[in-house]
T-cell receptor, first 114, second 115 residues
């Protein structure tokens, strides 16, 4: 059971570099989410998607872009990485907001910006 | 505003039952109670959820009081691998103010299982 898979698991970037984090789910879920978690803090929503071809901003969207070209994939992009974006990034998916079924999370991507 | 209140930490002996309390006194009729845990450096793991009836699965049991203002997660036989931060979350299904389906993670309870 793959569930939600995130790649890469670790990455170190220099300030100003760009990169894309990939999230893939095999549960045919409509909703997908990107969160970040900083030390000692809870998860904060960056962007989310309610279906293929749609994206929307969450609580902390600045400096990030996302795309959902295929239902099973949700990409998070950093165009010009900054040290403040050093964090652990989690992707999650859920059927839709009308379902009581839970969100399922990936194991995270640990990103360091030097 | 936090919808749930949990103790910051608790210890449990290996092999014993761990009972994790959660207060959600402002819960509304269509809100479910979800429990997740996060083992160090891993993604949040779903454990169990319920509306008003007690629930049991292979991981845990969830006991919800009759007035639904509090609940208890029970890990029947704690192991060292159950050491984690446990989160109690309330969320409504189809809540019109919740267009994201976003989960509100609070501080949770740090559970340490000792040999």
């Amino acid at each position: 059971n793959a569930g939600v898979t995130q790649t890469p698991k670790f990455r170190v970037l220099k300030t100003g570099q760009s990169m894309t984090l990939l999230c893939a789910q095999d549960m045919n879920h409509e909703y997908m989410y990107w969160y970040r978690q900083d030390p000692g803090m809870g998860l904060r929503l960056i962007h989310y998607s309610v279906g293929e071809g749609t994206t929307a901003k969450g609580e902390v969207p600045d400096g990030y872009n996302v795309s959902r070209l295929k239902k099973q994939n949700f990409l998070l992009g950093l165009e010009s990485a900054a040290p403040s974006q050093t964090s652990v990034y989690f992707c999650a998916s859920s059927p839709n907001r009308y379902s009581n079924q839970p969100q399922h999370f990936g194991d995270g991507t640990r990103l360091s910006i030097l | 505003d936090a919808k749930t209140t949990q103790p910051p930490s608790m210890d449990c002996a290996e092999g014993r039952a761990a009972n994790l309390p959660c207060n959600h006194s402002t819960i509304s009729g269509n809100e479910y109670v979800y429990w997740y845990r996060q083992i160090h450096s891993q993604g949040p793991q779903y454990i169990i959820h319920g509306l008003k009836n007690n629930e049991t699965n292979e991981m845990a049991s969830l006991i919800i009081t009759e007035d639904r203002k509090s609940s208890t997660l029970i890990l029947p036989h704690a192991t060292l691998r159950d050491t984690a931060v446990y989160y109690c979350i309330v969320r409504g299904r189809g809540d019109p103010t919740d267009s994201w389906g976003k989960l509100q993670f609070g501080a949770g309870t740090q559970v340490v299982v000792t040999p």
